[in-house]
C-alpha cells in the first residue's frame, strides 16, 4: 500500500482558498510600514545558535524549550529563526547599517520554527511580521513604532483589541525591582525548611535566580494566581525611566492611540528595557496576544556592535486572521477575473470561423495578461452555457463575448455580470478595456 504523507504537527498547507487573506495581510502591512518609513529586510531561515542565545537570554522559553537546533555537517551548531529581531540586528551590525548616523527603520514579513504545543494561534511554523526602529532612545519613537501596529489593525478593519504598555525600567531600577520580586515570590518557592514547595511550576522555579521578571510571563493558571499581588515595576522606575515612561504615553496622546497600562507586562524575551507593550484581543482565548514588542537599547551591543539605543514590535498572522474572522471584519476580496473571454460557436460556424475567434480570443487574452489584468479563458469548453457556467463559478465582473457577428463585424460584446447590461466595443479600441 502506498504511504500517505501528512503535513508535519504543529503546520499546515495555506490553501488556495485561503492564501489571498494571508497575501492581502501582508500588503496592507507593506503599506503601512512604508509610509512610516520603514524599508524591508529578509534574513536567512537560519541562523548561528548563538545568535538567539545571546539575544533572547538562556532562561527564556525560547532558548530553553522551543528552538529548532541542529548542526551542518562541519558540526556547527545553528537553530531555525525563532523570532525575528535578533536577526535583523545581527545583520545591522554586520553590514554596518548605521554608518551613517541616522535612525534605521526595518520592517520584516517571514516565517519563525519554535517546537511548541501546538493549538489554536500557536504553530511550529508560523508567519510573523515586524518592524525595527534603531539608532534613536527618544521616546516619540517607542510612541511611534506603537502607532504603526496600530495603525496596521486598524487598516485592516479590526475593532476588538486593546493596547497594553508599560515600562519594565533600565539595567540599574530593573535590580531593585528583581529584589522586590525576589523577595515576594519566595515564600511561595521555599518552604520553611527551605525545600521547593510545588506551589509554583517548576520553570518558575528556575526563574527564580535567572531572572525574576520571568515569573511574571508565566502562562501555568496556579502561577499566575501568584503573581497577581506581586510588586509594580512602576513602582520601582528611577526618575529618567519614569519620565521616559510618561514622554511615551503623552505622544500616545498626540498620537490619538488608546491605551491602558499594564504593570505586569515583562515580555517573553530578555533583551527588552524601560517600554513593553502588547496588543490583545480578548476574544481569542488563552492565546490572545496579536503581538507587542518594547524597547531594547542594550541588545546591538550585547551581540557585538556599538551601543546603539533600538524599539520594535512583531506579530503573527495567523492569530490575526483569527481576529479578523472572528469580527467578521476581513476585508480582502477574492481573487475574480475582471474578464471572462468567451467563444460564442454555433452549429453553423465553418472550422475557419471557429479558428480566426479561438485566435482573436487568445490575442485578446494575452493583450489584458500583459497589461496587469486578470482575465480567464477555458480553451476546452466549447458550448456557450459551459462558458458562461464557468464563469460565473469564478466570479467575473465581466463576460467579453466573441461570436459569429462579433467577428464579422470586428467588435466584442462586453457583459456586466453583476448587473446583466451588455454594450459593444470595437476591437480598434480594447485599450479602453
Not at 516619540?140 to 504598555?165: H, P, R, S
Not at 515612561?245 to 527588552?272: A, C, T
Request: aromatic share 12%.
Amino acid at each position: 500500500m502506498a504511504v500517505k504523507y501528512t503535513v508535519p504537527r504543529g503546520t499546515q498547507d495555506i490553501l488556495p482558498k485561503d492564501s489571498y487573506k494571508w497575501e492581502y495581510m501582508e500588503m496592507v502591512f507593506r503599506k503601512v510600514a512604508k509610509s512610516y518609513g520603514y524599508q524591508e529586510i529578509n534574513t536567512p531561515v537560519f541562523e548561528q545558535t548563538e545568535v538567539f542565545e545571546r539575544s533572547a537570554g538562556d532562561s527564556t522559553d525560547i532558548v530553553q524549550k522551543e528552538m529548532y537546533r541542529f548542526q551542518d555537517k562541519k558540526g556547527r551548531n545553528f537553530a531555525l529563526r525563532p523570532e525575528g529581531t535578533a536577526p535583523v540586528i545581527r545583520s545591522y551590525i554586520e553590514n554596518n547599517l548605521g554608518s551613517e548616523g541616522h535612525i534605521t527603520k526595518l520592517f520584516y514579513i517571514e516565517a519563525m520554527f519554535r517546537y511548541d504545543r501546538p493549538q489554536s494561534g500557536r504553530s511550529r511554523q508560523f508567519s510573523q511580521f515586524g518592524c525595527e526602529c534603531i539608532g534613536t532612545n527618544h521616546p516619540y519613537y517607542d510612541a511611534e513604532n506603537i502607532t504603526v501596529f496600530w495603525t496596521y489593525l486598524k487598516t485592516l478593519g479590526l475593532k476588538n483589541f486593546v493596547v497594553e504598555i508599560n515600562s519594565i525600567g533600565c539595567s540599574e531600577c530593573s535590580e531593585t525591582y528583581n529584589t522586590a520580586l525576589k523577595d515576594y515570590f519566595k515564600k511561595f518557592i521555599f518552604l520553611p525548611n527551605n525545600e521547593i514547595s510545588d506551589l509554583v511550576c517548576p520553570d518558575c522555579q528556575t526563574r527564580y535566580d535567572k531572572n525574576p521578571k520571568r515569573l511574571l510571563d508565566c502562562k501555568i493558571p496556579k502561577c499566575k494566581e501568584i503573581s497577581k499581588e506581586a510588586p509594580s515595576m512602576l513602582d520601582y522606575l528611577d526618575d529618567k525611566c519614569k519620565t521616559h515612561f510618561s514622554e511615551v504615553q503623552k505622544y500616545l496622546d498626540i498620537l490619538k492611540v488608546p491605551y491602558v497600562i499594564n504593570p505586569k507586562i515583562v515580555r517573553g524575551l530578555d533583551y527588552y528595557t524601560q517600554t513593553a507593550f502588547e496588543f490583545i484581543n480578548y476574544n481569542l482565548g488563552s492565546q490572545n496576544a496579536l503581538g507587542g514588542g518594547g524597547r531594547y537599547d542594550g541588545l546591538i551591543k550585547q551581540m557585538g556592535g556599538k551601543d546603539t539605543p533600538a524599539v520594535g514590535f512583531a506579530g503573527g498572522f495567523s492569530r490575526l486572521l483569527l481576529s479578523l474572522i472572528n469580527e467578521n471584519s476581513f476585508q480582502g476580496d477574492c481573487p475574480r477575473p475582471k474578464y471572462y473571454i468567451v467563444c460564442a460557436n454555433d452549429s453553423s460556424a465553418n472550422d475557419e470561423n471557429v479558428s480566426s475567434k479561438l485566435t482573436k480570443a487568445l490575442e485578446l487574452l494575452i493583450f489584458l495578461r500583459n497589461k496587469g489584468i486578470y482575465a480567464e479563458f477555458d480553451i476546452e469548453k466549447i458550448s456557450l452555457k459551459a462558458q458562461l457556467k464557468n464563469a460565473n463559478r469564478l466570479k467575473a465582473h465581466h463576460v467579453i463575448i466573441i461570436g459569429e457577428e462579433e467577428l464579422a463585424k470586428n467588435y466584442l460584446t462586453l457583459k456586466n455580470m453583476n448587473t446583466g447590461e451588455q454594450t459593444t466595443l470595437d476591437f480598434d479600441k480594447i485599450d479602453e478595456l
